[in-house]
């Protein structure tokens, strides 16, 4: 015969037993629901296509992404407002421009562009030229551009700023007009970066960028101070013609490849100290006036100084004076 033992619940020991054991099997549901459904949170959260973002453009909302992949070409001639124009200026070659009018803020932090970002584009067939005008803040820190940046003959009318970007292929700020400080610094560009006749109108700041194509600033426009601090230049840099009305630095850079100088004019200064030119360094026609600081820069490689003047003076002849 069977004894059948019955366990007192009163127990103090007992129901400790049970809550714990309960405690532990909610736990390691809870830590299994998590790990099965995390990673589909994590997809749901890092894709995005492009044209949401501009369908919320078209619709005055902000647009403000933190650590996504955005897919598919970001395309602004699918901006709603927009304005078709016959024109005669001398700087268009088209019978027609389509403005696209971008009125509402952009701000990417950490986003992963898949596609080409597509504020510019020349339609030979149609012979129109397509070119997107932001009028609020454009913010992209932190990025990584897969494809192009096309934004050849954009206008910023707010803070544009451009920090810690990675751009793979190729930057295309031609002819980009700014209206405020402007922040580039701590960029990579593997490809061509093409600012020629490009608008800085406030501080600029390029420091600790690396350049691995060209860097074309040729008839660049820079208004006020502006800095090159610690830069790489892999490629051709062209400084060729450039616009300074200030102060410009660009210590502890290095030039790799021929840097172009020539013509330009530094009305207000210009540092290259422990500046390392390793080929080709061009002055020809250039004009320094002081500040200028040339302490420990080195050149390496073939040097034109041909026609180059300081204060108004033979440029060799001057430092030769003054060393």
Avoid at 57 to 83: C, M, P, Q, S, W
Avoid at 107 to 124: A, P, Q, R, V
Avoid at 164 to 173: C, D, G, R
Avoid at 301 to 312: A, D, L, P, R
Wanted: hydrophobic share 40%; with cysteine.
């Amino acid at each position: 015969m069977h004894q059948i033992v019955i366990l007192d619940a009163s127990n103090s020991s007992f129901v400790r037993l049970l809550i714990n054991l309960k405690m532990i099997i909610m736990k390691n549901l809870l830590f299994t629901f998590i790990l099965m459904t995390f990673p589909l949170m994590g997809f749901m959260q890092v894709n995005v296509d492009a044209n949401e973002i501009i369908s919320k453009l078209n619709k005055g909302e902000a647009v403000h992404y933190e650590n996504v992949t955005i897919t598919g070409d970001l395309d602004f001639r699918l901006i709603d407002d927009k304005e078709r124009e016959k024109h005669m200026e001398v700087i268009f070659n088209n019978d027609v421009t389509i403005k696209y009018h971008v009125n509402a803020p952009m701000k990417f932090s950490g986003c992963t562009f898949n596609g080409k970002i597509i504020g510019y584009y020349n339609d030979d067939d149609e012979d129109e030229l397509h070119i997107a005008l932001f009028h609020e803040e454009v913010i992209f820190t932190k990025c990584t551009f897969k494809k192009e940046f096309l934004v050849k003959y954009s206008e910023f009318d707010k803070l544009a700023s451009f920090p810690e970007n990675i751009f793979e292929e190729l930057a295309l700020f031609k002819y980009v007009e700014f209206e405020s400080d402007i922040d580039f610094s701590n960029s990579v560009f593997e490809e061509d970066a093409n600012f020629k006749y490009t608008e800085f109108p406030g501080l600029t700041d390029f420091s600790n960028s690396k350049f691995m194509e060209e860097a074309n600033f040729k008839y660049a426009e820079f208004d006020d101070n502006t800095k090159f601090i610690n830069c790489e230049f892999i490629g051709l840099a062209n400084f060729k013609y450039t616009e300074l009305d200030e102060y410009i630095d660009f210590s502890s850079s290095k030039f790799q490849s021929d840097a172009i100088f020539k013509y330009i004019k530094f009305r207000d200064g210009v540092s290259f100290e422990n500046v390392l030119f390793d080929d080709f360094a061009d002055f020809k026609y250039a004009k320094f006036y002081n500040p200028v600081n040339l302490d420990n820069v080195s050149f390496e490689g073939e040097t034109s100084f041909k026609y180059t003047q300081i204060e108004g003076k033979e440029f060799i002849t001057y430092i030769l004076k003054n060393r």
